[in-house]
């Protein structure tokens, strides 16, 4: 993706004055450069990842106030009543947006016309702009540390004097005065001047005339680009939600669609499975009250399921049949489990609860060795042996719930 570098000519020159761009590659390399009406860029403004408008000394204010060390919401509501006595009209219908705190305890501040920024912010937003940041113009001359930059473009002065000092000037078309008129700005400052490349010869020989102290240079986009890297100076979000990009909802409705319509199949399948899935539930819940009406017609139904367990149970009981997880079978099973062992274990106390045999050894009659050949054995027997600890074991049935 690229980003869109745009000098945006001064209001005053009117809607439809040609505006200035170079279309800058990830690696820093000029793909693209030249000159047009703004609304004629749309697809180089939708094809570029960010827009970077530079705006006209001229419509944009850069005042150094002494202010209150305010940050926040409290220094957005501190700011008008502040450059109010520093500027003409009403802070109201302006965008005010502040730089940093200076070690002197000013601050920067920049203002520019809302109802001018406004429409040409919404105007990139409307042609496909990603995001948008508006510079002040002379912030973007390349700064030079212990000097002056200044560029001079048909009757427009731009001078940049430190990181947020910075100036522009609307000037006749005379190359002698706009001349003197920087030098003097620029004061016993070295003075970087930079001109259109087609009118170095002439500002060359009226540089000779004017003395030393200033270097004059071809008026290039490498040099506006790398000025503009280093400011962070943005307009853009003086202006709130307006400066934000707005969502065309109308581009995804296709996909919004048929996310809805997906949402509302999977929901219709799951519900359809959900209904057969309760059909087949009450269908076996019918059929088991059914068979414990026939098979207990005269006992209230519960649980069934476990009422006819215990049904069962007892019924084998009744046949002679132990089951085995009743304590007959448990112990019994044990018994002849410890008989096999070389050393039986000492048995303290046994309990039969819950379906299992809660036994108490003594510790010292039993060895990792016999407890684990009495594992084997009960398991042999389809039961299982649990030692919580060496003298508490507990025995049910592999079968059987706990």
Known sequence: MTTLYIRHPARAEGEGAPCRFAVVGDGGTIEQQGEGALRNLTDIVAASRRVVLLLA?????LLSLQMPPLTGARLKAALP???EEHILGDPADCV????????????PIAVVARDWLEPLVRTL???????VTALPAQLCLPLQPGGVSAALNGAELLLRQSQFGGLGLALDANPASALQTARVLAG???LTLYV???QLGEYGVLLAEAGPGTVLEAD???HWIAGAKST???????????????????????AIALALLGVVVNLAGINIEWLRLRGEADAVRTQMTQTFRSVYPNLPMVDPVAQMRQGIARAKAGSGQIGADEFIYLAGALGDASRELARPPGITSIEYKERALRVRVKPETVDPAALRQLQTALSARSLSLEAAAPDNWLVRSTGAKP
């Open 81 to 83: 009543g502040l450059v």
């Open 57 to 61: 000394g001229t419509d944009v204010n």
């Open 196 to 198: 259109p490349r087609e």
């Open 232 to 254: 962070t100076f943005d307009l853009v979000p003086g202006l709130g939600s307006a400066g934000a990009r707005q969502t065309d909802w109308r581009r995804w409705r296709v």
């Open 220 to 222: 290039d986009w490498a």
């Open 125 to 131: 937003l409307a042609q496909g702009a990603r995001a």
């Open 96 to 107: 005010l947006v502040a730089g940093p705190l200076t070690g002197d305890g000013t601050r």
């Open 188 to 190: 016993d400052a070295p």
